[in-house]
């Protein structure tokens, strides 16, 4: 699992993961070994094989999503993913695996306390509030920037080298079972921040809401890397919590906190993302965002033509706001919808 968009003030923030089924003990799984022929994390000026790794390394706004959209979408294809829309992308890559927790859409008096996750009702149907009431009205309208149909991907793929890739798979006895994702929109992560009172913590619900959504901790053996949460160290109370089982701890400090948890063992370090899986999480939240932004600027640019686009990031995040400000007025766009409150 891993994260992308949690600074910025405008835009989601999202979380996701890759599920993968390996032969033997998952900890010994060299996937970098594995997957060399097709796939690199250090990449030459010639190189042609697809580029995984961190999305900070991967993706560079001046140089388009280009490279990102390669490998996300070629490991997409790779797990059976395979929309020609953004909102068929979003539902796709929503679904739990599993229905041991069951995921209801909730009303707004219980969504901090019940996390949302995985695009419900509720959560994902943003708000048109009136403008600076502070609230949302439990009957909303979608975004309008998510309305209409957006192509994907935005430039043509050549997926030889997921062929490639399948094919190697398959000779050894490798599955990516599923990428998922949670996209949290600002009206859910202010509710979250109001609730909680800290970023760490609001990534740690969200994160742990995912995984009760493609883990059953009594079923198979499995090993789960993550990148830290923030500064946090200790992660057993949040585990408990979320899995109503015993929590072992077998090792908590800087470089690593490392827990057991019914069949599976849980591992929480910075630099995650050197785990091919844990890269590929990576990149599909960052492309997941930047897609969420092109439709978001576009949304803007049709309403002010001459409008300079946005990441979200604070210092131009207010430029943008400020520039739509009376637009905003106009179209009764709610402050707690569009603007994270940290």
């Given at each position: 699992?891993?994260?992308?968009g949690l600074g910025p003030n405008l835009g989601p923030f999202v979380v996701a993961a890759t599920v993968w089924r390996v032969p033997g003990d998952p900890a010994s799984f060299d996937f970098w070994s594995e997957f060399k022929s097709v796939l690199t994390n250090t990449p030459t000026k010639q190189d042609q094989r697809l580029f995984?790794?961190?999305?900070?390394?991967?993706?560079?706004?001046?140089?388009?999503l280009g490279p990102l959209e390669r490998g996300t979408w070629s490991a997409l294809k790779l797990s059976g993913i395979i929309p020609q829309t953004f909102p068929a992308l979003r539902r796709k890559i929503s679904l739990p695996l599993i229905q041991k927790f069951p995921l209801h859409a909730r009303s707004p008096e219980t969504a901090t306390k019940q996390q949302g996750s995985l695009?419900?009702?509720y959560e994902l149907s943003v708000a048109k509030s009136p403008i600076n009431t502070g609230t949302i009205p439990y009957d909303v309208h979608p975004l309008p920037w998510y309305e209409d149909d957006f192509q994907l991907p935005i430039e043509p793929i050549d997926f030889s080298l997921c062929d490639r890739w399948r094919a190697l798979c398959e000779q050894r006895g490798i599955e990516l079972v599923a990428i998922r994702?949670?996209?949290?929109?600002?009206?859910?992560?202010?509710r979250l921040i109001?609730?909680?009172?800290?970023?760490?913590?609001?990534?740690?619900?969200?994160?742990?809401?995912?995984?009760?959504?493609?883990?059953?901790?009594?079923?198979e053996e499995t090993l789960i890397v993550a990148d830290k949460h923030g500064g946090r160290n200790r992660y057993d109370s949040l585990l408990a919590e979320s899995f109503n089982l015993p929590v072992e701890c077998l090792k908590e400090g800087a470089d690593l906190s490392a827990y057991r948890v019914g069949n599976g063992e849980l591992r929480f370090q910075p630099r995650a993302e050197t785990h091919g899986p844990v890269?590929?999480?990576?990149?599909?939240?960052?492309?997941?965002?930047e897609v969420a932004m092109d439709q978001f600027n576009q949304f803007w640019q049709r309403q002010i033509p001459c409008l300079k686009p946005t990441q979200g990031y604070p210092?131009?995040?207010?430029?943008?706001?400020?520039?739509?400000?009376d637009?905003?007025?106009?179209?009764?766009?709610?402050?707690?919808?569009?603007?994270?409150?940290?």
């Open positions: 699992m891993d994260e992308a995984v790794a961190d999305s900070k390394q991967v993706f560079k706004p001046h140089q388009g695009f419900d009702t994702a949670d996209v949290v929109e600002p009206a859910r992560f202010n109001r609730s909680f009172d800290n970023k760490s913590l609001v990534t740690s619900r969200v994160a742990m809401t995912l995984l009760r959504g493609i883990w059953d901790p009594t079923g890269a590929l999480a990576s990149m599909t939240a960052k492309y997941l965002r210092v131009d995040a207010k430029r943008f706001r400020d520039e739509i400000a637009e905003q007025v106009r179209l009764q766009i709610s402050d707690f919808t569009l603007w994270r409150e940290r």
